[in-house]
């Protein structure tokens, strides 16, 4: 298993490349070239991953989607986090410093 770095509102995170995404009813897949994996990120997973284009700050995610969501921020801030946390495990994300 690996070991990943915890992941906080004070990470600054981005895609990994080698991935490729397409829509499928309005939910975003992903599929891991290098390990020929595929994510079902669905709709708000997919919101996510688009905003991970470019690196980003995670409270700026947060921000991001508290203004398109009806969601508190504890809420928020915590489903984040437990997203990122699973890309992270899968080697989806690039951290940066």
Request: negative net charge; glycine residues 8%.
């Amino acid at each position: 298993m690996i070991k990943c770095e915890e992941i906080t509102v004070y990470s600054t995170v981005s895609q990994r490349e080698g991935n490729v995404t397409s829509d499928m009813a309005g939910e975003k897949v992903l599929f891991n070239v290098d390990k020929g994996k595929y994510y079902n990120l669905g709709s708000i997973g997919g919101e996510i991953w688009g905003e991970l284009k470019d690196p980003i700050r995670v409270s700026n995610l947060i921000d991001i989607l508290i203004e398109k969501f009806e969601v508190s921020r504890d809420v928020c801030e915590d489903e984040v986090i437990r997203f990122l946390t699973m890309l992270d495990s899968e080697e989806l994300l690039n951290k940066h410093n």
